[in-house]
């Protein structure tokens, strides 16, 4: 019965690690929008700080944060906000940096 039970909840444990999210690449630049999305799990309230702790950008609407350009500070997965992107933010694939359109 024990047995049957730590296999379980193995299995079980194994499944949740599967599904955590990831965090952005120390040093890159990654869209409001990627940020959102998965494999990267980050909230709205996230993003929001990161906007409101960087002085350069203005007050954002929610809308808005899938048009910003953030910045990964650490390996923990801290971002700030990098720039507003007016004209949008042209995602990469991969591990290149995204950008503003210009």
């Known amino acids: 019965m024990f047995g049957k039970l730590a296999i379980s909840l193995g299995l079980f444990l194994a499944g949740v690690q ?11 630049l990654k869209c409001g929008s990627v940020l959102l999305a998965a494999p ?5 309230t996230q ?10 950008i203005p007050s954002l609407s929610v809308g808005q944060l899938s048009q910003t350009l953030f910045h990964c500070t650490d390996i923990l997965g801290t ?5 507003y992107c007016f004209a949008g933010c042209d995602t990469k694939p991969g591990t290149r940096n995204d950008q503003c359109i210009l």
């Open 18 to 28: 599967a599904q955590q999210s990831v965090n952005c690449e120390y040093q890159s």
């Open 40 to 44: 990267y799990s980050y909230t709205e």
């Open 47 to 56: 993003l929001v700080a990161a906007v409101n702790d960087t002085t350069s």
């Open 79 to 83: 971002i700030t906000g990098n720039a």
